[in-house]
């Protein structure tokens, strides 16, 4: 395993701590716009993570990915050390015990319902999206 391999790894064991954690880690084809290694949603926070070589830093493409994402109110780590992965965890804990975000809207009749946008109507294969 490389040495980026091995912080990959630890980082991975960090997130299957956790339940209701999505994650997923985009594959660079070099077509379309990169992002970093790890794109997380945890608890209704996007965060972003970037694993390094010990000694290594992000690319000048790679910082302007994460200033992105941070400028958004996303957040980004960079990580390349078992420091590093133990202070990711921390806060990932920490997050971890904050009350419940719930992710829906009270309508003005006291009823409770999710965003529209996690709303799909059924549609054929090939129909276009209606946009609204």
């Not at 694993?51 to 980004?76: D, E, H, L, Y």
Request: charged fraction near 25%.
């Amino acid at each position: 395993m490389t040495p980026e391999g091995k912080v990959k790894a630890a980082v991975k064991a960090v997130l299957a701590r956790h339940t209701g954690l999505y994650h997923f880690m985009p594959v660079p084809y070099g077509i379309g716009e990169s992002s970093l290694d790890f794109i997380i949603c945890f608890r209704g926070v996007f965060i972003a993570v970037e694993t390094k070589v010990p000694g290594k830093s992000m690319t000048p493409r790679q910082n302007i990915q994460a200033g992105n994402i941070a400028a958004a109110g996303g957040a980004v780590f960079e990580i390349a050390s078992h420091s590093d992965v133990e202070r990711f965890a921390a806060w990932l804990d920490e997050l971890a015990a904050t009350p419940e975000i719930e992710n829906v809207i009270s309508r003005s009749d006291g009823e409770r319902d999710i965003p529209k946008h996690r709303r799909a109507p059924p549609r054929r294969r090939g129909e276009p999206i209606p946009i609204e």
